[in-house]
């Protein structure tokens, strides 16, 4: 299994950013998820689609961020809306907490 997260970058308060994980050696999105770490603290859940396809949310990211995939094209999603700056993280796609991907950078910042 390979991961390749894109699409973090510099975004005003309220603005919004998708995420993208594209995967290889996967039959599905199902046990992944979205992780992120902030400058100084660990690293912590976000979002993550569970073995039985349903969705679970980190409190802070409720209502706010929306996690889905695609089977077909193997790939994870993470939808960020109305980003505040304690949003600022580097995030990463995981497998079953597993395999991890690089990594990208969320900056929401005025």
């Known amino acids: 299994v390979q991961l390749q997260a894109s699409g973090g970058g510099l975004v005003q308060p309220g603005g919004s950013l998708r995420l993208s994980c594209a995967a290889s050696?996967?039959?599905?999105?199902?046990?992944m998820g979205w992780y992120r770490q902030a400058p100084g603290k660990e690293r912590e859940l976000v979002a993550r689609?569970?073995?039985?396809?349903?969705?679970a949310y980190a409190d802070s990211v409720k209502g706010r961020f929306t996690i889905s995939g695609d089977n077909a094209e193997s790939t994870l999603y993470l939808q960020m809306n109305n980003l505040k700056p304690e949003d600022t993280a580097v995030y990463y796609c995981?497998?079953?907490?597993?395999?991890w991907g690089q990594g990208t950078q969320v900056t929401v910042s005025s």
């Open positions: 689609i569970t073995g039985y396809g349903t969705t």
């Open positions: 050696g996967i039959f599905s999105v199902n046990g």
């Open positions: 995981a497998h079953w907490g597993r395999v």
